[in-house]
Nanobody, 126 residues
Framework: QVQLVAYGGGSVQAGGPLRPSCAASGYTNSRSCIGWFRQAPGEEREGVARLSTGSGSTDYVDSVKGRFTIARDNAKNTMTLQMNSLKPEDTAMYYC???????????????????WGRGTQVTVSS
């Protein structure tokens, strides 16, 4: 049974960093698209950062480029999202997700991902 568990969110002042993580268990697909999504109250869930484990390629939504970095720790079977220079508009519930295949073929829409972790809250105060 595949299980994703996101943790490590929190509250921070604008300009500060956070580094949430996502631990995976029961997931054996060596070529997958893994990623972080976020959803603010009243907003649709949006893709923030994705990584293709087969090719190593990454992509980011424009609003976080240069500030966020997605990475994978194979030894620990975890995924992280290093978030720097946080802004109040980054405040949201952050979710990790996965699906087999390359990200470029899967697309960004959340409905394309079939494994989801519970969210971890990120709150950025001004």
């Amino acid at each position: 049974q595949v299980q994703l568990v996101a943790y490590g969110g929190g509250s921070v002042q604008a300009g500060g960093p956070l580094r949430p993580s996502c631990a995976a268990s029961g997931y054996t697909n060596s070529r997958s698209c893994i990623g972080w999504f976020r959803q603010a109250p009243g907003e649709e869930r949006e893709g923030v950062a994705r990584l293709s484990t087969g090719s190593g390629s990454t992509d980011y939504v424009d609003s976080v480029k240069g500030r966020f970095t997605i990475a994978r720790d194979n030894a620990k079977n975890t995924m992280t999202l290093q978030m720097n220079s946080l802004k109040p508009e980054d405040t949201a519930m952050y979710y990790c997700a996965a699906r087999g295949g390359e990200c470029i073929t899967i697309g960004r829409h959340p409905s394309n991902y079939n494994y989801w972790g519970r969210g971890t809250q990120v709150t950025v105060s001004s």
